[in-house]
């Protein structure tokens, strides 16, 4: 790689000399030398040439010195490194130069060997800088896409690991959460597409900063749709919990996202969200030209599936985890899978102490055992509340005969 070294010198022999001295590295296209006799012509030739590495300034010259030309690039924080050429008597102003910036100094009379030797230490010191600021530069973008996909912290922490997501996967413990604007296609094709627009900007947004602010990871976009993980890339001992604290803060925001839109005449559908614990395989699969950090395996399709049977048990959120409160949906057989899974919907603390709660779990065990006076006992919970979704889905199964809390969603898509 050439070096462009600009010599500013009022002496008309040293450019000759140092054309000389240097033929070889010239000739050979490593060393590049440009002239200017005093600061002012130092300032138009850097004007022209934005490619020079080293200037190589003396200090004593006509209408603008030494001194006068490192002030007047530190004022303009021009990314050179100067070498100052001076007698060493003059060694208060070589102190001055180097306080304006000046990475060296030869002294006058021009010692060769030594000025060869002080240009080769500052072509390092040159090649040091420019790795740093590409490393710095590589950094920043890292940041920038990372922070597409992770919270600010986390993008920070990947940044800073040059392998932390190295292509291929890892088995890991983690939390898969689907979420799904119900009915977006639909609208989607009605509304006029600046509306739009800036419907689903607002939303992704709001959804987004929601994923991050409890440290996950938003592993794909479609459309309105989002799939997070909790515990990837990195470890989250407490995945679950911030999945299901997670779920609650999306819900929340979704239902005031959608009151806030419906009062601008635009309906819009609620907001599914199913999740699910367990092993998964994770990483950046991309064949090493596009960033496509993914989860694959029976945990992400079960959270997948969750979300999907919110639509028929008239529910916002499904999951199946440890460590959360809530009441039992029931035994769900679910596309890809042979055994049936226990889902719960979440419900905050105070909900789940609360009487209708509870009078919802006595009604869920006596189906649960085949009780008859489940019947009666989830009449009694719809004649107390027909907005409950899951009280009115169960009593439409027991009047059709399904005395089972085994559920067949294998049909759902």
């Not at 990947?158 to 639909?186: C, H, I, N, Q, Y």
């Not at 905050?348 to 209708?356: H, K, N, W």
């Amino acid at each position: 790689m050439s070096t462009s070294i600009l010599v500013v010198d009022d002496e008309p022999d040293l450019e000759m000399l140092l054309l000389q001295k240097f033929r070889k590295q010239i000739r050979d296209g490593l060393l590049r030398f440009l002239f200017a006799c005093d600061g002012v012509d130092a300032l138009a030739v850097l004007a022209a040439n934005h490619d020079v590495d080293i200037v190589l300034s003396d200090i004593n010259m006509p209408r603008m010195d030494g001194l006068s030309l490192l002030a007047k690039l530190q004022q303009r924080d021009v990314d050179l490194s100067t070498i100052i050429v001076s007698a060493y008597s003059d060694m208060p102003n070589i102190r001055i130069a180097m306080n304006r910036g000046a990475y060296d100094f030869v002294t006058k009379p021009i010692d060769f060997p030594d000025l060869e030797a002080t240009i080769v230490k500052t072509i390092h010191h040159v090649e040091t800088l420019r790795e740093a600021q590409r490393r710095q530069s590589a950094a920043e973008q890292a940041r920038a896409s990372l922070s597409r996909y992770f919270s600010p912290n986390l993008a920070e922490r990947l940044a800073s690991s040059a392998d932390a997501l190295d292509l291929g996967g890892k088995r890991r413990d983690v939390a898969s959460l689907f979420t799904d604007l119900t009915g977006f296609t639909t609208l989607a094709e009605t509304i006029e597409p600046n509306v739009l627009g800036q419907l689903l900007n607002d939303y992704i947004v709001g959804m987004t900063d929601i994923v991050f602010a409890h440290d996950g990871t938003v592993a794909k976009i479609i459309g309105d749709a989002l799939h997070v993980l909790f515990g990837a890339p990195v470890d989250q001992p407490d995945h679950a919990s911030r999945a299901i604290a997670c779920s609650f803060a999306l819900d929340a925001f979704a239902r005031s996202f959608r009151e806030h839109w419906c009062r601008k005449g635009i309906a819009l559908g609620h907001t599914r969200i199913g999740a699910h614990a367990g092993t998964a395989v994770v990483g950046n699969f991309g064949g090493g030209k596009f960033f496509d950090y993914s989860a694959y395996g029976d945990t992400i399709n079960v959270a997948a599936r969750l979300e999907a049977a919110n639509k028929s048990l008239g529910t916002r959120l499904a999951a199946n985890m440890q460590g959360f409160c809530g009441r039992p949906v029931g035994d769900l057989l679910l596309r890809g899978r042979v055994e049936p899974i226990r889902a719960f919907e979440p419900l905050e603390a105070e909900i789940y102490a609360s009487g209708a709660t509870q009078a919802y779990m006595a009604a869920f065990e006596e189906l649960e055992s085949g009780d008859p006076r489940a019947v009666a006992s989830f009449a009694a919970l719809v004649g107390r509340n027909p907005e409950d979704p899951l009280a009115g889905f169960h009593l439409r199964r027991l009047m059709n005969g399904e005395f089972s809390t085994t559920i067949n969603l294998k049909n759902l898509h």
